[in-house]
């Protein structure tokens, strides 16, 4: 019997950005919204199935443009979690931030220029520019 595999490529053709920053989650979309001219609205939080049949929750907020998407995820899961590693994107957990970039939005801003526009807001204390394809747990941004 012949054996078939599915070989999936995802796409990873975002931008993405670590952020940290000491303030909820609420308050740093709404410093997005004003600094990038965005309208960065909650939405349902995302859930993750770990093993031992826990579920991880993900705080994220979205902007749909005609032709970008932006979201901002709070890297941290919800609540109190036994989990070893209860992070969105383990790889990164310094930061308290993930925002993610992608359609015509990440050709329009320089990632510098983005930097130094994120740099500029008060509350937020470091920003950087990350790679996808080199992190671990990639995956957990594609849905």
Known sequence: MKTLHLDIEYDFSFALFGVVAS???YKMAWSLNRLLGLKLIRQQDLCYEMKGHQKMYISHFEHHGT???VRLFRNKALGTLT???PFLLPDVKEYDYILQLSGVLQHYLHP???LRRLQSLPLIHYTKQFDPLTLKFKEHLLF
């Open 83 to 85: 989990a070893k590693r």
């Open 112 to 114: 510098q220029e983005l």
């Open 23 to 25: 303030c909820r989650d």
């Open 67 to 69: 032709q970008s998407t």
